[in-house]
């Protein structure tokens, strides 16, 4: 996709130039951004069947206001864990497809240690605990269950950013430092459009999509198309979540195989300077309109799996 409308460059240089000039640490792990995480909310209920859907939509602005709340309580005094539960840096511990990573928590802070278990992020048993909530919000008529939805949509987002699945988080490893920013914030602000979100794409989209990753090399191929045929599969058929911590972990090991895509169009991007426009829409062009398509479709159709779901295992309650 190419970005056409040359009068909106003056308005989003001041954004990009304040992202790469100043290192705010707060700017790292907020996801998808409040339009991002709003978005996915939105379309993860729409996505829902009958009758939650239905239910859901009455208090739509609410929820997608609770979506933000994650991110608000960082901010707040002793709150210090509620970073942590947005990310998980998983390649710290293991290679990819992170087989021998134990999905219960005891059993990886045993092998690991908690201090560093937490300090790399505990994003999955977030979800978990989050879904657990809900559900039993819902079992018992809590009022309050607005908060356990919230919490749960947040994380479902966050963890369909790629960036939030690797020790290489801001590419400060690899010669891509600012990307997390980058791709999160200025991108879903100033290039993405929510009607790029489709919950089930054709055959040929597939293709496409192929033919624009084949000049990066195999490996940036097969990254890509092993995961695409994957959410391929996945999305014919809406299959609510059973499982949250095992679903949680599917997703960081499906997510994390957009990295490879990610970095490679941010390379590209560098062969122009921050300051220069080219680099946003190399950047754009070259790879992160794909990821960012895949990435926030998957997270709204799958954060409406996780809704189903708890709603199903809470008695399908009226709301």
């Known amino acids: 996709m190419t970005f056409n409308k040359k009068t909106s460059w003056i308005k989003l240089i001041p954004v990009m130039m304040l992202i790469t000039l100043l290192s705010f640490p707060e700017v790292i792990g907020m996801g998808w951004g409040e339009n991002g995480h709003k978005t996915v909310t939105h379309l993860a209920v729409d996505a829902t069947p009958e009758p939650l859907r239905s239910m859901l939509l009455k208090t739509l602005n609410e929820l997608e206001e609770a979506s933000m709340d ?38 990886a802070e045993a092998k690991y240690g908690r201090i560093e278990i937490h300090r790399q992020g505990i994003v999955p048993w977030a979800i978990d605990e989050s879904f657990q909530n809900l559900v039993e919000a819902w079992e018992t008529n809590d009022p309050n269950w607005v908060r356990w939805f919230g919490d749960l949509a947040h994380y479902v987002g966050d963890l369909h950013q790629p960036m939030h699945t690797t020790a290489n988080f801001d590419g400060q490893k690899s010669g891509n430092r600012g990307i997390h920013a980058l791709f999160e914030s200025v991108m879903v602000d100033g290039f993405w459009k929510a009607e790029q979100i489709t919950y089930f794409r054709p055959p040929d989209a597939m293709w496409q999509a192929v033919g624009h990753f084949m000049p990066r090399g195999i490996g940036s191929l097969v990254s890509f198309t092993s995961a695409y045929m994957t959410d391929l599969m996945i999305l014919q058929n809406f299959e609510p979540v059973d499982n949250a911590l095992e679903e949680a972990f599917l997703i960081v090991a ?17 062969e122009f300077r921050q300051t220069n426009p080219k680099f946003y829409s ?21 954060l409406a799996r996780y809704l189903m779901g708890a709603w199903l295992k809470a008695g399908q309650p009226s709301l």
Request: aromatic share 14%.
């Open 70 to 107: 994650p991110d608000r309580r960082k901010s707040e005094p002793g709150t210090s864990e509620e970073s942590k539960r947005h990310y998980i840096d998983i390649d710290f511990f293991e290679a990819f497809p992170f087989g021998a990573f134990p999905q219960d928590l005891n059993m």
């Open 254 to 270: 499906d997510t994390y195989t957009m990295l490879e895509p990610l970095l490679a169009a941010h390379d590209k991007a560098q």
């Open 282 to 302: 190399t950047f754009w062009d070259e790879g992160a309109d794909k990821v960012m398509e895949r990435q926030l479709n998957k997270g709204a159709y799958t």
